[in-house]
């Protein structure tokens, strides 16, 4: 154990000094995430929707509209609603920016509803705001359905033979709704766009940090150094412990400062700390299993490090480090499950919900099955590595 650590030690103090464990371990993974963070910000409740309004009927269906319903949802803070009394200047501030869409209610708009002679209602949007148009389009779409259903009531009525329409109206728009859409608690749960960015960012350098310990033994043969520890009054399994604790060691610390850098610099939201802990220490291992086998099978360090990079890159890929897996095919969530990225996003995402440490159970036990066979292979195929 002695010989192990005095070993990693060597290593450790060499990736320190050739800065190659740093730029890989630290400085790239979190100048990615903090440019990630910054391109897609995860603060969705800062969005607004600037609409503008002009009411040219006064009537009772577009008053509803204007004094109640808008005044909802602005209340809710989607949007910022601006009266105008001259369509000219709608039209300007929206072609200017300056509002994203508006709404247009012609005179009589109310009257030819109650009349059945039906109306038009005109939405304007700026070109450059499609995604603020669609949302003020819905708001426009859902009420006049309810204007609709109202209609179909008071006219079903009428020909029941019903005389008050008044008395209808106001009956069908007191009735509750058929359906209410409710929430529910999801099995699994994504990760902010902060905090996925973070831990994606994790967990897919983490593979190019543990390489530097498993191929280090490919160096000590190429620079003729493998011989003399060999030779050393100590076992192949202290050699092999000493690079193996040089890999585990980069990557953990590696992961905990990304944690805590993220968590203080950009408000990324790990979760439990103690279940953060034990994903990290599992996704160290299952990284440094995967690496380790990549290293036996090739023939020089250089090699090594080039599949070493492939293999990454697309483990990460299919691991959504990316992207989420949600925007994915369903065939590409079902292949992200042969990745130890996945699952570790996976139980990130149950803890930073809240979720108790019971749901790192089974990330944590794929991450560590990944460590068991793919160090089984290592052993088996990695009895040339250290031979004199």
Known sequence: MRASVIIALKDLSQRIRDKSAI?????????????FSGIIPSDTTSFDVKVGVVDNDGGSISATFVDQVLPAI?????????AYTDLAALESDVEAGDQNAGYVFPAGFSDGLLAGQGGTVRLIGNVDSSISTQIAKAVLDGYLAEVDAVGIAVGSALVSGAVDVDAISAAAVQTPAAVVLTDVAAASRELDVTTFFSAGMAVFFLFFTVQFGVSSLLEERFYGTLPRLLGAPISRWSIIGGKALTSFVLG???????????????????????????LMVCGVLSALGIMAVVAVISKTAEQAANW?????????????????????????????????????????????????????VTPALALVAFFVVTVGAAMAFGKEVLAP
């Open 23 to 35: 730029l890989l371990g630290l400085v790239a993974p979190l100048g990615l995430a903090l440019i």
């Open 252 to 278: 953990l610390v590696s992961m905990i400062v990304l944690a805590v850098a993220t968590t203080f610099m950009i408000g990324a939201e790990w979760g439990n700390p103690v279940g953060v802990g034990i």
């Open 308 to 360: 070493q990079s492939i293999v990454a890159v697309a483990l990460g890929l299919l691991g959504g480090t990316f992207f989420p897996l949600s925007q994915g095919p369903r065939l590409l969530a079902l292949f992200s499950k042969l990745t130890p990225h996945a699952w570790f996003l996976q139980g990130l995402g149950d803890l930073s919900a809240g979720s108790g440490l019971s749901s790192v």
């Open 74 to 82: 602005e209340a809710d803070e989607i949007m910022t609603v601006t």
